[in-house]
């Protein structure tokens, strides 16, 4: 079947502009999980989701980093006030319950 | 804390064997992973491994996993060209197969003709 899919694959934005990320998991997949990949940090945990249960936030680096998964399907994670740093591709991954986690192809943000 | 280690960069021979090894600090893990990046493209994963195995074979690749020094490796029997990726060897923190992945660096495997 279809694996996640993520989109754009890449965006380009001037410092300061908002963004928003978008990722559509494996159909039947009740987890979602944010990470993201940039040369100084490495593979990072941003948040995820598991069914109706709060979000694990605990990996988003600052309150401009913001997620939302919609009728426990896509997630969207948005970007507020985007700076230089944040520059990075972003990874989306989705699993079953209890299953490991497959990965999308990424976004890559340049904050110019 | 939270903390999994790998060395940088691995050179072999096509044909010869690989080992890329992995050390991880949370002895409550309960799968550890392996997964595959090519240059431009995400996350292919490779293979698992749950805590109470040693060993894990699927086809050309051989997983151990020494608990005792939390080590972890990942063979890669008869390289090939198209082996040539980074690996990354992950943890899991949470409950099961569900949480959060905590990634080494990643290993640059570069496989010589």
């Known amino acids: 079947g279809a694996g996640v899919s993520q989109s754009p694959s890449n965006k380009v934005t001037e410092k300061g502009k908002d963004v928003e990320l978008r990722c559509d998991p494996i159909?039947?997949?009740?987890?979602l999980y944010w990470y993201r990949q940039s040369l100084g940090q490495g593979l990072e945990f941003l948040i995820y989701?598991?069914?109706?249960?709060?979000?694990?936030k605990s990996g988003l680096p600052s309150d401009r980093f913001s997620a939302e998964r919609t009728g426990g399907s896509v997630s969207t994670l948005t970007i507020q006030r985007t700076q230089q740093e944040d520059s990075a591709v972003y990874l989306c991954?989705?699993?079953?319950?209890?299953?490991?986690?497959?990965f999308g192809p990424g976004t890559r943000l340049t904050v110019l | 804390g939270e903390d999994v280690e790998q060395s940088l960069f691995l050179s072999v021979r096509e044909g010869d064997s690989s080992v890329i090894n992995c050390t991880y600090t949370?002895?409550?893990?309960?799968?550890l992973y392996w997964y595959k990046q090519e240059p431009g493209a995400g996350l292919q994963l490779l293979t698992y491994?749950?805590?109470?195995?040693d060993m894990k074979q699927d086809q050309r690749l051989t997983v151990l996993l020494n608990k005792k020094d939390k080590h972890l490796s990942l063979r890669i029997a008869d390289t090939q060209t198209g082996d040539s990726a980074i690996y990354f060897c992950a943890e899991i923190h949470g409950s099961g197969n569900t949480g959060k992945l905590i990634f080494g660096q990643g290993t640059t495997l570069q496989v010589k003709p």
């Open positions: 949370d002895s409550s893990s309960t799968y």
């Open positions: 159909s039947g997949h009740t987890a």
């Open positions: 491994i749950f805590s109470n195995m």
């Open positions: 991954a989705s699993s079953r319950d209890m299953d490991t986690q497959y």
């Open positions: 989701f598991q069914g109706n249960s709060a979000p694990d």
